[in-house]
């Protein structure tokens, strides 16, 4: 007879054949369902799986073997027990498994409120999830050909300029450290009047960049007016795609954004924002692939020195 098996994790459904019916992902339902028809050594590293399965998901062959208390060839038995080739595939198989049932968890917990006596666990649970599900909704929704397009003029242009307010100021900041880093004559800028002032003397052949969540900041629609009026290629990213910032810009880029409790949109909307920055960036090094290479190299041995 097996060992009685308390199960702590992984314990989202996501499809409502029969072996889900105890409220387990769909392999562990099945391996719990058959977990006391296996032999003897197959039984154990069930059951070890069935403890841990997040643990069970990282371990070696031989290390989940020892865990057992059964031989390697067990633990291969097992896997084609279940209809996989080799461990590897196993292994894999459960690290999918696992993730799906973690984002479904996610879901789950989107719209609920978190209490002031809520533990750290589900805080963690309820914001992980928001910006997850916000991370992916900006993926599935980037323009890609704006986003080459973007790209490329910011790798030609002979100065681009950055502008937000707030939390979008600070996104700004983060992509002008990565310009900069690559040999792109960069600026952030969160005052009007520095903004308004540079961005009279942009032209043809510059790019003007404005963040905004809303696409409403009365700030950024100047300094990005302005700036279209003096010649520049302007670029906005934003939440909405019909705000006037979106409306009045060259080309726009859009992200998704998840808020809870105590994070409203425009403070949950920075990982999206960067997401999408961190995304244009790679584009750009790879159409600098030589210039970038060599400033990453050089930028790195100019702070050697600095570090501890």
Known sequence: MTQEVHLTEVEIVSDDSPRNRSGLAPMLAHIEAELDALPQALARV??????????????????????????????????????????????????????????????SDLGQEILPDD?????????????????????????????????????RAR???????????????????????????AWSRNDVHSALTSAVLLGAGDVAFGISHSG??????????????????????????????????????????????????ALAARHSQLLVLDFIYVLIAQRTYERTTYALDATVKAVEGQKE
């Open 46 to 107: 069930a059951s070890e799986v069935l403890r841990n399965p997040r643990d069970a998901a990282t371990l070696t062959l031989v290390e989940l073997a020892e865990r057992a208390r059964t031989a390697p060839a067990s633990a291969t038995r097992f896997c084609r027990w279940l209809g996989y080739d080799n461990y590897r595939m196993f292994r894999a198989a459960l690290a999918t498994e696992i993730a799906r049932a973690e984002q479904a968890k996610w879901e």
């Open 119 to 155: 533990p750290p666990d589900r805080v963690l649970e309820v914001v992980a999830g928001a910006d997850a599900l916000a991370i992916q909704g900006t993926a599935a929704q980037i323009d890609q050909r704006t986003a080459l397009r973007v790209a490329q003029l910011i790798s």
């Open 159 to 185: 100065r681009v300029d950055l502008f937000g307010v707030g939390g979008s100021w600070l996104s700004a900041l983060e992509m002008q450290y990565r310009l900069e880093r690559i040999g792109i004559a």
């Open 216 to 265: 409403r900041t009365r700030q950024t629609l100047d300094v990005m007016a302005r700036a279209r009026a003096s010649g520049a290629t302007t670029v906005a990213l934003t939440s909405f795609a019909s705000s006037p910032l979106a409306q009045s810009a060259d080309l726009v880029l859009t992200s998704s954004v998840r808020e809870t409790t105590f994070r409203p949109e």
